[in-house]
């Protein structure tokens, strides 16, 4: 039994739903692959319900699909997903920044500016997946400035689709580029242009351009 069983269907829904979360993350459960839904009741040691609704919270957020009478798929982010999303994130993004430009301080520029040194650090040690948890952090800093749960929720979703499930390196070209832009950023906000960097988040900053490279991280089993 892989998970511990406790009293209350919701509360054993959240523990599956994080357990197929890591699985995904950690690429033990492949992109492509099925989830034999008879098996992992059986490996869990739960009951078919909160299996069931854990996979239904799973696809609505994008990362699995659920196909009639033939199971349970584990999607694939292809180069034309990540298209996709980035023109999504790019007109969030430069809606939010407007909305919250006002509550931007000091305080949050030198968030920003401690972040982007991270992910300096973290490209020079080739230390990925902390790499893209900064970059996360960064967009987190102006983006909590949002009242908006629902679009927060959204935009976590399609992130973790972009970064970590499974967990993903788009190439030391992409990510120095990525860093640069986020440089841009700050000084466009230093300087009190919200408009300008509301354009340059939208038309620059997620502008896609295709990765050189497209890998999967191998994580710890």
Known sequence: MLIETRPGNNLLRVQVYDYLQKQMRIGALEPGASIRVNTMIEELG?????L?????????????????QRGVKINVLTIDDVRDIYEILGGIESRVILSVFHKIGESEIQQMEQLNSEIESNLAKEDIIKHNQANVNFHDVFLNLSENQRLL???KHLKMQLY????RDYGQQ??????????EFVKLIQKGKAIDAADYLRDTHWEFDPPDSFLIIPGER
Not at 46 to 50: H, K, L, Y
Not at 164 to 167: I, K, T
């Open 174 to 183: 992409w990510n120095r580029k990525n860093l640069q832009q986020h440089q």
């Open 46 to 50: 739960i009951s078919r319900t909160p």
């Open 52 to 68: 069931r609704e854990a996979l239904l919270l799973l696809q609505e957020q994008g990362f699995v699909s659920i196909l009639p």
């Open 164 to 167: 970590d499930f499974p967990r």
């Open 153 to 155: 929720r959204y935009v």
